[in-house]
């Protein structure tokens, strides 16, 4: 029966994922056809990304422990899909204050955390100083944790307010403690769809111009993409080349994040037509394409437990993620546009989900250097899910693919 299945696979789809593969870097074409795959095409594509996902890290799954703290949720730009911007008179408004800031940073430190990781609401009253004011009071008292904060969205306000060459704004940012950035403030970088999900919002150009200066002077990013409103394939898949070519310039990007939209609580599915948020098979695909198409310039992947939830995010590690994201501890953007996974995942939970896949859980830095390994099943608790992802998991279980031969052996996989 499943060598039927296998027998279904379009052929055109089977080329694709034979030349992934084989190491041929896959054209934007190619990967928008992956990204409309169904049936025994998206088996063969999620087993493809598996396969890949071996050749290109092995089986560690890597997870940090880090803290999330938004600083304010008072913010004027009116993205159409934010559930978490406040008008400065609303009630529920925020703007914290540095002692505010540094206690919860303390709690994280207490509780393990390597990393903050620091966004805020853009908001008018501030400029650049607040932004560095954060960063200094954070290193002064905890100079060892590392600070991955502000998208490409607060870099350009600062930046604006700053009046500085831009590589000077971010050189400064870097000297009073800015580690690294999230790649996040992408959407989808393709300025007709900007026009409508976010049209105050940093353009594609900006986007780019800012990510690849924050590059060249040291400070590196993650890479990401929303998906699941009004996009179509193809503004996937020329997002998905457009951050090849900026890593193959610049080197900068530790990870790609692909990000399924929240519709709950937010115009842009109330009033604007958007889809709401993605499938689960449109979640696998965006995972699966992203290690096919990324290869070898962007080897990790991570899974978003926070939009897929703990579960899903766990059969993702089977569709060619490498990476389950951080602890988070405190969640809020995508909590108020409805996401309903929780805040917090601990470092034990996180490493029993993983060890469910029949993956090993390994801790990590924020830039990839792995800071303990899990080897031993004895340290951990048992899986909480012995759910689909442990009936998926193993060698030989689910086989699929046009050219069964070269799917069937991970060794044969591109290593470049
Ligand atoms: S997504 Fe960011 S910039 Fe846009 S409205 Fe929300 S907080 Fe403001």
């Known amino acids: 029966m499943l060598e039927r299945l296998l ?30 795959a169904d049936g025994a095409d998206l088996l063969a594509l999620v087993r493809a990304a598996d396969v890949a ?3 290109d890290v092995g089986d560690d799954v890597s997870f940090v422990v880090n803290r999330n703290i938004n600083f ?5 730009v009116g993205c159409s899909f934010c559930g978490f911007s406040r008008h400065s008179d609303d009630a529920d408004a925020y703007d914290r204050s540095l002692e505010e800031i540094l206690d919860k940073v303390r709690d994280a430190v207490a509780r393990g955390a390597t990393e903050v990781c620091i966004q805020g609401g853009i908001h008018p009253q501030k400029d650049h100083t607040h932004y560095r004011d954060i960063l200094v009071a954070i290193k002064r008292r905890f100079p060892a944790i590392h600070i991955h904060a502000y998208s490409p969205e607060e870099i350009d306000f600062g930046h604006r307010k700053s009046g500085m ?15 690294t950035i999230p ?5 989808i970088l393709d300025d007709s769809i900007r026009q409508i999900v976010s049209p105050r919002k940093l353009g594609r150009e900006r986007w780019v111009e800012i990510v690849s200066a924050a590059h060249r002077v040291g400070i590196r990013s993650s890479s990401t993409v929303m998906y699941g409103h009004i996009e179509k394939p193809e503004h996937l898949a020329e997002h998905f080349g457009l951050l090849r070519d900026i890593q193959k310039r610049t080197g900068g990007f530790t990870e790609f994040v692909p990000l399924g939209f929240i519709h709950e609580k937010n115009s842009l599915y109330a009033h604007m037509g958007a889809r709401g948020g993605s499938s689960m098979a449109e979640d696998l ?9 990324l290869r070898p310039w962007i080897t990790n992947v991570q899974v978003s437990w926070v939009k897929m939830g703990p579960k899903l995010a766990t059969l993702g590690l089977l569709a060619g993620a490498n990476d389950f994201g951080g602890t988070l501890m405190e969640e809020s953007i995508s909590r108020e546009s409805g996401a309903g996974f929780g805040e917090n995942l601990a470092p034990e939970t996180i490493r029993a989900l993983i060890r469910g896949a029949g993956r090993v859980p390994v801790e990590r830095s924020t830039t990839y250097a792995i800071l303990r390994r899990f080897d031993d099943p004895a340290l951990d608790p048992p899986s909480l899910e012995p759910d689909a992802a442990q009936t998926l998991a193993g060698p030989g279980r689910m086989r699929a693919g046009a050219k069964l031969t070269r799917l ?9």
Not at 183 to 187: H, M, P, Q, S
Not at 285 to 293: D, H, M, N, P
Not at 408 to 416: G, I, L, N
Request: glycine share 6%.
């Open 183 to 187: 790649g996040t403030a992408a959407e």
């Open 7 to 36: 027998l279904d696979v379009d052929r055109e789809v089977g080329r694709i994922l034979d030349a992934a593969l084989d190491g041929r870097e896959l054209t934007i074409p190619e990967a928008a056809r992956l990204l409309v």
């Open 285 to 293: 695909r965006v995972l699966a394409v992203a290690r096919l198409f």
């Open 72 to 76: 304010t949720n008072i913010c004027y």
């Open 408 to 416: 069937e052996r991970p060794s044969s996989a591109a290593s470049a």
């Open 165 to 179: 060459k831009l590589g000077d704004y971010l050189l400064w940012l870097r000297d009073h403690g800015l580690d």
């Open 53 to 55: 996902r071996v050749a």
